[in-house]
Nanobody
Framework: VQLQASGGGLVQPGGSLRLSCVAS????????IGWFHQAPGKQREGVLA????????FYADSVKGRFTISKDNAKNTVYLQMNSLKPEDTAVYYC????????????????WGQGTQVTVSS
């Protein structure tokens, strides 16, 4: 099982980025995929997650109305679309896979990608 996150970079406040998470070794038919972020000196926090079977999504309050999650089963890829980015969104973003039905509770996620840096700054 491997997860490969990409798409991070430097963006100005108010800008957008789309992160991709490509899964290999398993399909996006069961369990859930979540996006988490970790800023320097802070704990890892859940951002968004999607239940692979039901499509139900789970949002952190801080990203509601700005971030969306979607998946393409044919490409075995989950996307995190980030709009209206703020400096406080700056962090390393990780995608992770869970065998559970979906949540933002990171102990439920057993497989993690390597992370991609997102920096929001003018």
């Amino acid at each position: 099982v491997q997860l490969q996150a990409s798409g991070g970079g430097l963006v100005q406040p108010g800008g957008s980025l789309r992160l991709s998470c490509v899964a290999s070794g398993f399909t996006l038919d069961y369990g859930a995929i979540g996006w988490f972020h970790q800023a320097p000196g802070k704990q890892r926090e859940g951002v968004l997650a999607i239940s692979n079977r039901s499509g139900r999504t789970f949002y952190a309050d801080s990203v509601k109305g700005r971030f969306t999650i979607s998946k393409d089963n044919a490409k075995n890829t989950v996307y995190l679309q980030m709009n209206s980015l703020k400096p406080e969104d700056t962090a390393v973003y990780y995608c992770a896979a869970s065998s559970y039905s979906g949540s933002l509770y990171y102990p439920e996620y057993h497989y993690w990608g390597q992370g991609t840096q997102v920096t929001v700054s003018s």
